[in-house]
């Protein structure tokens, strides 16, 4: 069982019936652990880590074809640097915190960013986000792309991921980035740090504020080329072990595990 944790109290009572007679529970990050644990009193070496199964057959650098580049040509400006902002618009994603960021951007006269928002825009949050944007005469520096088919295309158009989540399990949007060879800057939330070493294979923000958002972002734009090839090119091979191979080999390892609990 792949368990989807909650704060709500409502949930914590039911789940700590529901899973009480289970021999094993499997949480894909350490703080999933921690919080199932300590939540709903499960014992801890109960619950089991296995990470999210990234696929590099489909997630993996590429040139994109013409058409690919023609759909988002009248919406993506090229010669800016595109960050990719890959989530449903929710709160918990935090989105809303990257209207002050490209203020403070172009108050220090940074104006060659776009954020690319690509998940779930149909929410009452991302219409607030909207109405800001209009509100703020930002409308060149976001684009909406809502739910996007082939995220492997996408990711590959862009030059940065960009993750301000106030928290998250252990995120695929960040491995994904990474697997197509894109630096990625991410909150430090739950695992993140098993991920990414920071200013390494990608970029850690410090405090989940516009003020250190914009700072990593200024920070990242001005890499020389030959050091942001070398950071992708970490980016990408740090991410390979979570692919196929050793997702099965950890699943049936845990399988293995729990068939012999007496």
């Given at each position: ?30 703080k ?13 070496e ?59 951007l172009?108050h ?64 695929n ?18 695992d ?24 990593t ?9 030959a ?14 072990k ?14 293995k ?6």
């Open positions: 069982t792949r368990l989807i944790y909650s704060n709500s109290k409502k949930w914590q009572f039911i789940s700590s019936i529901a899973y009480k007679g289970l021999d094993a529970l499997i949480a894909n990050s350490n999933a652990k921690k919080h199932i644990s300590k939540t709903i009193n499960y014992p801890n109960k619950i089991l880590l296995l990470r999210n199964l990234l696929n590099t057959d489909k997630f993996k650098p590429s040139d994109l074809l013409e058409h690919d580049l023609t759909l988002y040509s009248n919406l993506i400006d090229k010669d800016k640097n595109l960050f990719l902002v890959p989530a449903r618009l929710h709160p918990q994603k935090n989105q809303h915190i990257l209207i002050d960021t490209m203020k403070m172009l220090k006269d940074v104006n060659n960013i776009q954020f690319i928002l690509a998940g779930d825009s149909k929410s009452t949050y991302a219409e607030k986000i909207k109405k800001n944007i209009e509100e703020e005469q930002l409308q060149k520096q976001f684009v909406f792309l809502d739910k996007v088919k082939n995220m492997e295309n996408l990711y590959n158009l862009v030059d940065f991921v960009l993750l301000p989540s106030l928290y998250e399990g252990f995120p949007a960040i491995l994904e980035g990474m697997a197509c060879g894109k630096i990625c800057l991410s909150t430090d939330t739950s993140i740090k098993e991920i990414i070493q920071d200013k390494k294979n990608g970029f850690i923000i410090e405090e989940n504020t516009a003020t250190s958002i914009s700072k972002i200024t920070e990242v734009i001005k890499l020389s080329n050091h942001k090839k070398e950071i992708e090119k970490k980016a990408f091979e740090s991410v390979q979570y692919g196929k191979e050793n997702y099965t080999t950890n699943f049936y390892s845990i399988l595990h729990i068939s012999q609990i007496d």
